[in-house]
Every structure is written in C-alpha cells, then in structure tokens.
C-alpha cells in the first residue's frame, strides 16, 4: 500500500508525516486509522518494519515495553526454548513514536496451512501457544476477563450504532458475558492478539509477529482467538475444524490442558467482536448467532 495525503493528515499519529518525509522510498504496509501504522524501510541495505503509534504510547512507556518484550522472546527464541522466530527489535524512537524491528524471513504461514503440511504446522502453532504460557516471562500487563468485557462493551456501542435492530440480542449477550461463572485458573503469559495471520513460514521453520499485546491472562483466550479467526476467515479454503484438532493437539503436547469452558467464553467474545465488524446486518446476525450458541453450550463443559 502506497501512501495518500490521507495518511499525513492523521492527529493521533502526528509523527507519521515526519517519518515518511525522511524516507521517501518508504512503503505503507498496514495502515489502522488514529491506531498505527506499519511503515517497510530500506535503510543502508536492511530492511526494517517499523511500527508508529499514537501519542498515547509516550505515557506508561508502552513503546518501550512493547520494545522490551520483543528483547525477551529474541533471547528465548534464539536460545532455542520457543519454536519459532521473531524479528530481530531494534529499538523503541521516542521523538518519532515508533518501534522499529528487522524485517523477518518468511511468507505468509497461511498459505503453509493450506497445504499438506497443514496439520504439521497447526501443531507447532499450537506448541508455540503452550511454550508462551510457560515461558515464565513477566509481562507489565495483565488482560483477564474484566478487560475483556470492556471490550464487549466497546463492540456492543459499534454493533448498536450500525444495526441498531440487533439491540436486544447484543444486550442479551452481553449480559450472559458478565454473568458467567468463570473457572479458576492461574494467568499466565499469552501472545493477546493470537491468528494464522501473526505467523509466517520459512521452509519450515515458524515466525511470529507483534507482541503490543502480549499480557499475563488466559491462554484459552489466544487458543479461541485463533480457532475462530481460522474458521471466520479461511473457512471456506481449508478443513478447519481438522487443523483446529491439531492445533489442541500441540498445545497439549507441553502437558497443558485448556478449559472447555473457557475455550467456549472466549470463542464467543471472538465471534461477538466480529459482529461489530459485519458488513451489513444478515451477517451480524449469523455472526452474534455464533456467540450466543458458544455461550449455550457451557452445561456441556467440565468446569
């Protein structure tokens, strides 16, 4: 994606123009309104990703921390105590607002899992989910359920104000999210933002990205999220429900056991914050339709 004036004109990213003035060559990769921006430079023959944030990020140095994190899992990652990759940080600009970080072999893993290699790669992604949990990282954040119903919240206001028809069910749901009983379980580190898209490959060898969210909660929370994502948007190209097998598979193999329970909560969070995303209301209802049968299906689970 090439840049537009509408890029340099962005009040929550008032460093993004001066970061792109000074690299002409630079390529937009991803761009979220008023959030970030994912800027690809070549400088002196490297490649760098470089991430700019918003202003918000100077307060409780969450660009350092965001820096920081990807310090540690470099370390493990190089040390050979996780099974896959990350880029190589190099370091948090606080003039500029951004993290920067080399760019980082691979291909799209999406395109792996599509293969017969598929099942393979579904396992290792799995395990990966499982060697976080147990890094014994310290992550400065914590994200558990009350967070996350905070996000609830903010997707019912999206959902309300698009299809303002759909109010009841979003206010049913969002009822049975708060009042859910859940199980006990300690919080342990989790990536926060956990899809197929997070991953390349290279040969064989995995690469996971972004680390803004990583926080100490639970990893049933980056287990739903990636089942969900799969199915929502490669359903129609791959046998998900079989890749989602072994996908469990692998993050039992480091002897951890997730909680039906909570796998089904966290499902449907998933599919309730997709709803906010709907393109029009017949598939914001299918998608809350999802959420609502997550939910239902907590009498079945052991706690």
């Not at 099974?83 to 980082?104: H, I, K, M, S, Y």
């Not at 014994?136 to 303002?164: C, M, N, S, T, W």
């Not at 998900?240 to 056991?257: A, I, M, P, Q, T």
Request: net charge positive; with cysteine.
């Amino acid at each position: 994606m090439r840049r537009t004036n509408v890029f340099l004109t962005d009040e929550k990213l008032p460093t993004l123009a001066g970061v792109l003035a000074s690299y002409p060559a630079a390529e937009i990769v991803k761009y979220s309104p008023q959030k970030r921006c994912t800027v690809r430079i070549v400088r002196e023959g490297q490649v760098y990703y470089v991430k700019v944030y918003p202003s918000k990020f100077l307060k409780r140095r969450r660009g350092e921390v965001i820096d920081e994190t990807g310090r540690v899992f470099w370390s493990l990652s190089q040390s050979g105590v996780l099974n896959f990759r990350v880029p190589r940080p190099v370091g948090w600009d606080g003039a500029t607002q951004t993290v920067w970080n080399v760019e980082l072999p691979g291909t799209a893993a999406i395109e792996k899992l599509k293969s017969p290699k598929g099942e393979e790669i579904a396992f290792n992604i799995g395990r990966a989910i499982a060697l976080i949990a147990r890094s014994g990282i310290a992550p400065k954040r914590v994200f558990d359920h009350p967070d996350q119903l905070k996000d609830a919240a903010e997707f019912a206001e999206i959902i309300h104000r698009r299809f303002p028809a759909l109010n009841r069910v979003v206010r049913l749901l969002l009822t049975s999210f708060e009042q859910a009983e859940l199980p006990i379980r300690t919080l342990t580190p989790i990536h926060g933002d956990m899809h197929i898209d997070q991953w390349l490959t290279d040969r064989n060898r995995l690469g996971l990205l972004d680390f803004e969210d990583f926080a100490l909660g639970r990893p049933e929370r980056d287990l739903a999220f990636f089942m969900v994502q799969l199915e929502a948007e490669y359903g129609l190209e791959l046998d998900h429900k079989l890749l989602n097998v072994h996908f469990l598979l692998g993050y039992r193999s480091e002897g951890l056991s997730p909680n039906d329970k909570l796998l089904n909560i966290y499902s449907a969070h998933k599919w309730f914050s997709k709803a906010s995303k709907a393109a029009n209301r017949t598939d914001a209802e299918k998608l809350l339709d999802r959420s609502r049968k997550c939910l239902e299906s907590f009498s079945d689970n052991p706690q």
